[in-house]
């Protein structure tokens, strides 16, 4: 069955910098878009950034485009979300999702969900 485990969260402070990885098994995983989600508490789920199976498509929200990069090595069947220069806004649950084809802003559109990492940024 297809698993997605994200690590890499953890309490950062303002300016700080973490890297996000999400490990995925059970699925072809180049054939699969990638996505990172985020939610805060009393909010909804909301696109990070996605990539694209060959990695050659990487779309960012506008609120972290310049700050945060995604990237993959699907030699390791693994996903990476670098995020640099975090604000306390970014404080929230960290999730991977993989959709078995294009990359997708809306959640509703990807098949596999990871269990979520925290990432809690200090002002």
């Known amino acids: 069955q297809v698993q997605l485990a994200e690590s890499g969260g953890g309490l950062v402070q303002a300016g700080g910098s973490l890297r996000l990885s999400c490990a995925a098994s059970?699925?072809?995983?180049?054939?699969?878009?990638m996505g990172w989600f985020r939610q805060a508490p009393g909010k909804e789920r909301e696109f990070v950034a996605a990539?694209?199976?060959?990695?050659?498509?990487?779309p960012y929200a506008d609120s972290v485009k310049g700050r945060f990069t995604i990237s993959r090595d699907n030699a390791k069947n693994t996903v990476y979300l670098q995020m640099n220069s975090l604000k306390p806004e970014d404080t929230a649950v960290y999730y991977c999702?993989?959709?078995?084809?294009?990359?997708?802003?809306?959640?509703?559109?990807?098949?596999?969900w990871g269990q979520g990492t925290q990432v809690t940024v200090s002002s």
């Open positions: 999702a993989a959709n078995n084809g294009r990359w997708r802003i809306s959640s509703y559109e990807y098949d596999y």
């Open positions: 059970g699925l072809i995983f180049s054939s699969y878009a």
């Open positions: 990539i694209s199976g060959s990695g050659g498509s990487t």
